[in-house]
């Protein structure tokens, strides 16, 4: 299992206590862990930032921000062959080169890449600057990349492992829905309820009625209720699945994953679904008490 680190403590607990600066204008010099003012040019973007947006309004607006009262903190980067690299704060350094500075104030900091991942991630989440497709795309990374799991992931940005398996089963959706969720046309609750229709075709065609009506989050769920009980189902079972779904969507957000709860005279059968072995080891460890 990999070590654990200190990210869900905040950025601030990575400021080392002892700090060295080094002068402004030496690029190529060796700057040793601590803080530093470096060109702004000697510094290059963080290759596995999880942030893919940026507002440019809001970038300019810092922008002007900084050019009036500097950049108050510190960029944290790592030092590499070819200078110096972000690992995180890569919105304020854009704005420093917007605002025209020469150099910035960073703190540097040994990080191999799964670190650098790691806290690009973290300061992202604790600001609140990332949408939920760019940050599920960034756990799916730490799994595929540097075999975390999903608990591992979870314990590292201070989620539960069923946030953490919500979010990455969104990248499943079809690029449209992606797109919408993206741009703010519909929202994570829109997209889970989506989720719950069988192939691309029912999706997409739900996700049409759901924007053309500006349908809320509880008013696309019961059009996804109404798409999986079928054309003739009758008014009778359809009132009757009404707390029968009720526990399905209970079921759901307990285990982070799609249920089907089936009734009949005699009893039922509740069917869990999964996407992965992961997720089933996951889903095992939760009933058991092992979560």
Excluded: C
């Excluded at 890569?90 to 799964?114: C, D, H, N, S, Y």
């Excluded at 497709?133 to 990349?145: C, H, K, S, Y």
């Amino acid at each position: 299992m990999p070590r654990k680190t200190g990210l869900g403590k905040g950025l601030g607990a990575l400021i080392p206590s002892a700090a060295t600066w080094k002068d402004e204008h030496d690029a190529t010099a060796p700057v040793q862990v601590g803080v530093a003012e470096l060109p702004v040019n000697s510094i290059t973007p963080n290759p596995h930032q999880p942030r893919t947006m940026m507002d440019e309004a809001a970038l300019q607006e810092l922008a002007n921000s900084i050019r009036e009262h500097g950049l108050i903190q510190p960029l944290i980067v790592t030092q590499s062959t070819a200078g110096y690299q972000l690992i995180a704060g890569e919105r304020r350094w854009r704005a420093a080169q917007l605002a025209g500075l020469a150099t910035v104030p960073v703190i540097v900091k040994e990080a191999a890449p799964q670190q650098m991942l790691e806290l690009a991630l973290v300061e992202n989440l604790q600001r609140a600057d990332l949408n939920v497709l760019e940050e599920a795309a960034a756990f799916r990374q730490l799994m595929d990349e540097f075999g975390l799991t999903q608990e591992q992931v979870a314990a590292r940005v201070s989620k539960s492992r069923t946030a953490v398996a919500n979010a990455v089963r969104l990248l499943k959706l079809p690029q449209p829905v992606k797109a919408r969720l993206a741009d703010g046309t519909i929202t994570e609750g829109h997209a889970r309820a989506l989720m719950s229709l069988d192939g691309e075709a029912a999706i997409l065609k739900a996700l049409t009625t759901v924007t053309r009506n500006s349908l809320s989050v509880r008013q696309t769920e019961e059009l996804v209720r109404r798409i999986l009980a079928g054309p003739k189902a009758k008014a009778k079972k359809v009132a009757a699945s009404a707390e029968t779904r009720s526990l399905e969507d209970r079921f759901r957000r307990a285990l982070g994953t799609k249920v089907n709860l089936f009734r009949s005279r005699k009893g039922g059968k509740v069917v869990i679904h999964f996407y992965s072995d992961e997720e089933l080891d996951a889903i095992y460890r939760h009933i058991i008490g092992r979560d």
